[in-house]
């Protein structure tokens, strides 16, 4: 995954409030889950990590957990421009966001708050879909790079000019 797709979507386009509307039928609201999910991944990521920590907030321990994690967030998923390659193999970025979510809910599930960590997820993934689902895509735009990835296209950053 390019450093371009993995990059955090600005919070006013995000949050922008014009661009929510409900969905017209179920395929629609798939449909949007899944542009939205893509387009906006490193938005949802921090969303998720806030609620988890609003989850905990009454729970110290937990808390420098959490922060420990968050360290590891910041080293392998967010400040990374650049494919990691461990033993000469590219692990791909959704493989390590996988691994990072479930090793933060197993680590702050060991400091005993198993029941705030679960309505903590069930939160965050009600909220991202929820999002996901009314925030319209048409006005989304991702590079050319990212079109062969199935990426939404943007006449205006295209390279081709009319002649």
């Known amino acids: 995954m ?21 969905p ?11 542009h ?3 387009y ?5 990521s921090l969303v998720s990590l806030l609620i988890l920590f609003l989850a905990l907030i009454y729970h110290p321990l937990s808390l420098i957990v ?9 080293f392998f998923y967010f400040s990374r421009d650049e494919s990691l390659v461990i033993f000469g193999k ?3 970025d959704y493989v390590i966001l996988i691994l990072l979510r479930v090793l933060t ?4 599930g060991f400091t005993g708050v198993w029941l705030n960590v679960i309505v903590g997820c069930f939160v965050a993934v009600f909220v991202i879909v929820l999002h996901a ?9 991702v590079d050319e790079e990212n079109w062969s990835n199935g990426g939404l296209n943007s006449v205006v950053s295209s390279s081709y000019r009319l002649v």
């Open 66 to 74: 959490l922060l420990v994690i968050f360290v590891f967030w910041l």
């Open 2 to 22: 390019s450093s371009s797709t993995k990059k955090c979507r600005p919070w006013r386009v995000f949050l922008n409030p014009f661009s929510l509307s409900p």
């Open 90 to 92: 590219v692990i791909d």
């Open 24 to 34: 017209i039928s179920f395929g629609e609201a798939k449909r949007r889950i899944y």
């Open 40 to 44: 906006f991944t490193y938005n949802y």
């Open 105 to 108: 809910v197993v680590a702050v």
């Open 133 to 141: 689902a009314f925030r319209v895509t048409d006005d989304l735009f």
């Open 36 to 38: 939205n999910s893509s």
